[in-house]
């Protein structure tokens, strides 16, 4: 499989979870050993990475410069033609200009970007308000005691608040716990390819890690995304106040849940 990552935006690369790849007997070894969980999440800003459009006239001419440069050495290189990335590099200067030309006719009107990016603020207000992060710790703890026969226990205000902190949980009075699940929100926005206007998905990443509450001991650590099934626009997104966006950011939370519960305690790899 070929991943085209860059300049023209994140095209998608499926992996398979680091569990599934685990030896089973390993996995039972684990799971065996579990006790009580205790669920947290980090309290860090979540890194927002969005695909907006390009911005007026300037801003479509400037990107149509870059897409029209990069997009025939990206496909000379992924092309089974011998030389093909050379061949992109020579033609490269000719795409740019049509691109450069295409960007000035085909680009959204400033006044547009910019309403709608006053809208999508709005959205990210409300966001905040709704406490997602306990909203994602209280549906795994019900999602796990329901589908596991496992004991889970929310353990708020112990997660990470900074990306790089590696929180010391055998140093923290969690009496009656065995087995962390450190939730760590990761990034979020809006992603597509890198183009003038470019149809996006809602989509959220976290990272989550099975840590045992003794030692500190990292045994299984995994990232999990989320995407909105639909594309649309930026601003079809920032429409009525970015609704649409923030349906879409809830309907992920129990989503990722559910992906949680099931490839940390349900799935079995096959050897």
């Not at 309403?115 to 209280?138: F, S, V, W």
């Not at 010391?168 to 979020?188: F, G, P, S």
Request: hydrophobic share 40%; net charge negative; glycine share 8%.
């Amino acid at each position: 499989m070929v991943c085209v990552v860059g300049l023209l935006g994140l095209v998608g690369c499926s992996q398979t979870p680091k569990i599934y790849k685990k030896p089973p007997e390993y996995v039972e070894k684990i799971r065996s050993s579990l006790g009580t969980i205790g669920v947290t999440v980090s309290f860090y800003p979540v890194k927002s990475e969005t695909n907006k459009p390009a911005k007026g006239i300037i801003g479509g001419a400037a990107r149509g410069i870059t897409v029209g440069a990069t997009t025939p050495v990206v496909i000379g290189a992924v092309s089974p033609v011998p030389g093909g990335t050379a061949i992109g590099v020579l033609i490269a200067p000719f795409t740019a200009v049509v691109g450069s030309v295409y960007g000035v006719i085909k680009a959204v009107p400033a006044e547009d970007v910019e309403k709608a990016e006053a809208a999508a603020e709005k959205a990210i207000a409300r966001l905040k308000e709704m406490n997602l992060r306990q909203t994602l710790i209280d549906e795994v703890v019900k999602l796990g005691k329901e589908q596991t026969g496992l004991s889970f226990v929310a353990l708020p205000g112990t997660g990470p608040r900074d990306p790089n902190e590696v929180v010391r949980y055998d140093k923290i009075d969690i009496r009656d716990i065995d087995t962390i699940l450190e939730l760590r929100a990761e990034k979020a926005g809006l992603r597509g390819l890198y183009s003038l206007d470019p149809p996006s998905d809602v989509f959220i990443e976290v990272s989550a890690r099975l840590i045992r509450a003794h030692d500190n001991e990292v045994v299984v650590s995994e990232t999990f995304f989320c995407a909105s099934e639909e594309e649309r626009k930026y601003t079809e997104w920032s429409q009525n106040e970015g609704r649409l966006f923030v349906d879409e950011f809830n309907s992920c939370i129990p989503e990722l849940a559910e992906k949680i519960v099931d490839d940390f305690f349900l799935v079995y790899p096959i050897s």
